[in-house]
């Protein structure tokens, strides 16, 4: 069965940094998705990675996909305050079930 | 733009009332869900429905029942509400193309 793992669990850097979240995750899975979620809300689609070597970016964050690897990553750039949320990253094993990783805690200090 | 509404977003209910928790989204998705989450387990799904009238258990379903009479209409229900059933529920709905999950904005529920 699908296994997926995010580390770290807790991340907290200054502003202006970079920082990568790692997603790995057990056997094959057709696609990969990252999720935001702000603290009492819901999750918030971040990405869709459909394919080895997929790489999509929206302004600081860039994620990324290896599947021979069975990896991916969410990358920050130049971190501001208002990226501080917990980040999910989540398979697909079958057709319907989502494996969810723990979640990362991101808080970006002043 | 998807939107998945919730009928509640905070609810207090007592231990033995029958809840009632509504989903309703807006993209003719014919695949609908119900997690719960909660701090360090994180989500975990409760049902699934992949059409109208159909229903698939997910990794905890004790304690619940679902029904989808409409495609665009997803419910949970608490037969019999417990102390141990409060937590933050969310519903998603997903397409046939990516299967991109679509996430309702949840309903914190409470059992007293």
């Known amino acids: 069965e699908l296994k997926v793992e995010q580390n770290p669990l807790f991340l907290s850097m200054q502003e202006g940094k970079n920082y990568t979240i790692y997603c790995n995750y057990s056997?094959?899975?057709?696609?990969l998705y990252w999720y935001r979620q702000d603290p009492g809300k819901s999750l918030e689609s971040l990405f869709v990675?459909?394919?080895?070597?997929a790489v999509k970016q929206e302004g600081r964050l860039m994620a990324s996909l290896d599947t021979k690897a069975r990896l991916s990553t969410l990358h920050i750039t130049a971190a501001v305050h208002d990226l501080s949320a917990t980040y999910f990253c989540?398979?697909?094993?079958?057709?319907?079930?989502?494996?969810f990783g723990t979640g990362t805690r991101l808080k970006v200090l002043a | 733009d998807v939107k998945v509404t919730q009928s509640s977003r905070y609810l207090v209910k007592r231990t033995g009332e029958k809840v009632f928790l509504e989903c309703v989204q807006d993209?003719?998705?014919?695949?609908m869900f119900w997690y719960r989450q909660d701090p360090g387990l994180g989500l975990r799904l409760i049902y699934f429905?992949?059409?109208?009238?159909?229903?698939e258990k997910g990794d905890i379903p004790e304690g619940y029942s679902v029904s989808r009479e409409k495609k665009e209409r997803f419910s949970l229900i608490l037969e019999s509400a417990s102390t141990n059933q409060t937590s933050m529920y969310l519903c998603?709905?997903?397409?046939?193309?990516?299967?991109?999950?679509?996430f309702g904005p949840g309903t914190r529920l409470t059992v007293t």
């Open positions: 998603a709905s997903t397409g046939q193309t990516y299967y991109e999950q679509y």
């Open positions: 056997t094959t899975s057709d696609r």
């Open positions: 990675l459909l394919s080895n070597g």
């Open positions: 989540a398979g697909l094993s079958g057709t319907y079930k989502y494996i």
């Open positions: 993209m003719d998705h014919e695949n």
């Open positions: 429905s992949y059409d109208v009238k159909m229903k």
